[in-house]
């Protein structure tokens, strides 16, 4: 493991500065065997409160600029970002966990999704007219107010750009709430942004949970929410934005099916597909393929392209060039999805397990495939967000779509087929909010289209004209016509 930056620490960044505070949340490395990355302010529900009422104080003259004028300063704000990389990336590393390619990632689709809202600038004023008689009405859209943004450990930067600036073009301003066990990359980039920015447009808060969480959901001068994390995250946060009609945006967990049919054309590129759709970031990502649907046919090919793949990981710390897979980010992960194995060897399936011996500290995990489990077996019904996959034999296409959609979640799903058309009428009866053919994963999203989940897996869309009109209310006006 090479490392240049010694422990880092970061500040909340309210109403335009940096705010420290008096107790810091302390980040553990996940391969470091309990050693610290750094520390972050852990803020007081007042300094949280501050941090709304900045936002607010801001909105009116932020949301007066036309939408070219919040664009251009966004657009400004974001060119430091390139500069900073390394570092950042570095950083998510230390606190995520995950390799240091997927870190530079991370940070890379940050800035490239925030270009993509600030391409929709033009549209923001979009309108219609309803020609009269008996009126001439005008129908638009309006900023919501201050919108809260929490995100998650895995992809912390890259989910922030789904909803950050599209919130910000659309006249919003914003107070961000990074993940409690890994704040440090996505404080640092926020506050970076931040500064180029009109003092409380954007402000960024680390703390506790329990400390600083209902003050950021539950304050009635929050008028949007957007959450990415559990389903049970998505339930409390519901609960506490009922208390004043609070909109929320919920991206929340998945049990994604993909779906091989016997004519699928698994070249090189979707066999590579396949593997980081599923095994990225040590398998902890919403959208991964989490249950594996293959043509009896095919079933013995799949497995041992999967194995093939497989066989070359390296388990490592993320900043060690020669690994290829990070360790799962807390332990309590790493106890869950062994448990989820030792129960599905207990009902009698196959687990093959690779990538060496697991370094001896830090939350490592072997890479497995569970042949074909029990269908009621909780690797199967439970989203295992870690490195395993149970793969599953069907002999009937309708079996397999009936099967696939047997599940509280609804996020992503795949198709894989030579027959594009077949493809896009399977599609069409998976209740996923987002399907992929002959592919899978975050790496093949259209990020012009919107994103998001059914069933538990989520409500609203994020991304695309869809994702801004989520920042903004309709409005009519109708004016008499004599």
């Known amino acids: 493991m090479t490392t240049t930056l010694p422990e880092i620490t970061t500040d909340l960044f309210i109403d335009g500065s940096p705010v420290a505070a008096s107790a810091t949340l302390r980040v553990s490395d996940p391969a470091g065997g309990g050693a610290a990355a750094g520390h972050a302010a852990s803020a007081t529900a007042a300094q949280a409160a501050d941090a709304?009422?900045?936002?607010?104080?801001a909105f009116p003259a932020w949301a007066a600029l036309s939408p070219a004028e919040r664009a251009a300063a966004l657009t400004s704000a974001l060119a430091p970002l390139a500069a900073d990389r390394p570092v950042t990336a570095e950083i998510l590393s230390r606190e995520n966990g995950k390799i240091l390619a997927e870190s530079v990632i991370d940070s890379i689709v940050f800035e490239h999704r925030s270009r993509l809202a600030v391409g929709l600038a033009s549209e923001v004023d979009d309108s219609a007219e309803l020609a009269g008689p008996p009126y001439r009405t005008r129908v638009g859209h309006v900023p919501l107010g201050v919108v809260t943004i929490i995100v998650p450990f895995n992809w912390p930067l890259a989910i922030l750009g789904a909803s950050l600036a599209y919130a910000l073009v659309a006249g919003n301003t914003v107070v961000v709430k990074p993940?409690?066990?890994a704040p440090l990359a996505t404080s640092r980039t926020v506050a970076l942004v931040a500064s180029a920015l009109p003092p409380g447009v954007l402000n960024v808060v680390t703390g506790a949970d329990a400390e600083i969480g209902e003050v950021l959901v539950a304050d009635p001068?929050?008028?949007k929410v957007c959450f990415t994390g559990s389903?049970?995250?998505?339930?409390?946060?519901?609960?506490?934005a009922a208390a004043n009609l609070t909109r929320v945006t919920l991206e929340l967990g998945g049990n994604d099916p993909a779906i091989i049919l016997p004519d699928a054309e698994l070249t090189p590129e979707a066999s590579q597909s396949l593997f980081h759709g599923t095994f990225d970031t040590t398998g902890q990502v919403c959208m991964a393929v989490k249950r594996l649907y293959v043509?009896?046919?095919?079933?013995?090919?799949v497995v041992e392209r999967l194995a093939e793949q497989l066989s070359a990981t390296v388990l490592g710390h993320g900043l060690d060039g020669e690994a290829t897979m990070g360790p799962l980010h807390r332990p309590e992960q790493q106890a869950f999805v062994s448990e989820l194995l030792a129960e599905v060897r207990a009902r009698g399936a196959e687990v093959r397990e690779f990538g060496g011996e697991a370094p001896a500290e830090g939350?490592?995990?072997r890479p497995s495939l569970v042949l074909a489990p029990?269908?009621?077996?909780?690797?199967?019904?439970?989203e295992q967000f870690g490195p395993t996959l149970p793969i599953l034999p069907f002999e009937d296409v309708e079996d397999a779509v009936t099967r696939a959609n047997e599940t509280w979640a609804g996020l992503t799903s795949s198709v894989w087929?030579?027959?594009l058309d077949r493809a896009a009428a399977l599609a069409s009866r998976l209740r996923t909010g987002y399907t992929f053919v002959n592919c899978h994963g975050a790496a093949h999203l259209d990020e012009r289209a919107p994103f998001g989940g059914r069933n538990h897996s989520g409500i609203g869309r994020e991304m695309g004209i869809e994702g801004l009109r989520e920042f903004m209310d309709t409005h009519a006006t109708s004016f008499p016509v004599t």
């Open 52 to 57: 709304v009422a900045a936002a607010d104080r």
């Open 179 to 181: 993940p409690p066990t």
């Open 221 to 223: 001068r929050v008028r």
């Open 231 to 240: 389903v049970g995250g998505g339930k409390r946060i519901m609960a506490m």
């Open 295 to 301: 043509h009896r046919s095919r079933y013995d090919e």
């Open 363 to 365: 939350n490592f995990l």
């Open 374 to 382: 029990p269908d009621d077996t909780r690797l199967v019904t439970e």
């Open 417 to 419: 087929t030579a027959d």
